[in-house]
């Protein structure tokens, strides 16, 4: 802003040399005045409104950064119900050995065996499904095509009953 000021007063030193009717300088000096400080008041006015639209900013700002505080804490809360990996997970379970059907909490990573609450052994668990050709085909959960074979226990059934029925007939 100096240097600004400065511009300003080397002017009015040469308008002041240069103008020698004294009416006529104190004419110029007046409008150019005039002139600077309306130039000015627009400075100030810009400066005025460029200050107000950048609180109005800063406000706005603030209001999107509170939002997204929200939303972070959102999404942060729905990553962590679907990525926990050390929360236990409650497993239905029938001993093997007496039959009773109980509820546990078993984490996957810890628990490779539980004890049944009911007769005491130790149960193991088996987390790899690789072991499906062992199955004895009366669970719920192997791949094996269980429906298929009823399926075929039944046609088997029906053509050893119509067998049976020609049979009769003779």
């Not at 300003?8 to 004294?22: F, R, T, V």
């Not at 990525?83 to 109980?102: G, L, M, S």
């Not at 269980?146 to 020609?166: C, F, L, M, P």
Request: contains cysteine.
């Amino acid at each position: 802003m100096s240097e600004l000021s400065n511009r300003y007063q080397q002017i009015m030193k040469d308008l002041q040399a240069n103008i020698k009717d004294e009416k006529d300088k104190k004419l110029v000096i007046d409008k150019f005045q005039e002139l600077c400080m309306m130039f000015m008041d627009v400075i100030d006015r810009l400066t005025y409104l460029t200050d107000l639209r950048m609180k109005e900013v800063e406000q706005q700002q603030k209001e999107i950064d509170n939002r997204m505080g929200k939303i972070q804490k959102a999404v942060d809360e729905i990553e962590s119900d679907i990525y926990e990996d050390d929360e236990n997970y409650e497993f239905e379970i029938i001993c093997p050995y007496c039959n009773h059907e109980f509820v546990t909490d078993i984490s996957s990573d810890v628990n490779s065996e539980v004890e049944c609450p009911e007769c005491h052994n130790m149960i193991e668990l088996d987390w790899n499904s690789d072991d499906e050709e062992e199955c004895s085909h009366d669970c719920s959960c192997c791949s094996h095509d269980h429906v298929a074979e009823e399926d075929e226990d039944y046609k088997e059934n029906t053509s050893d009953k119509e067998d049976n029925d020609n049979d009769d007939d003779m």
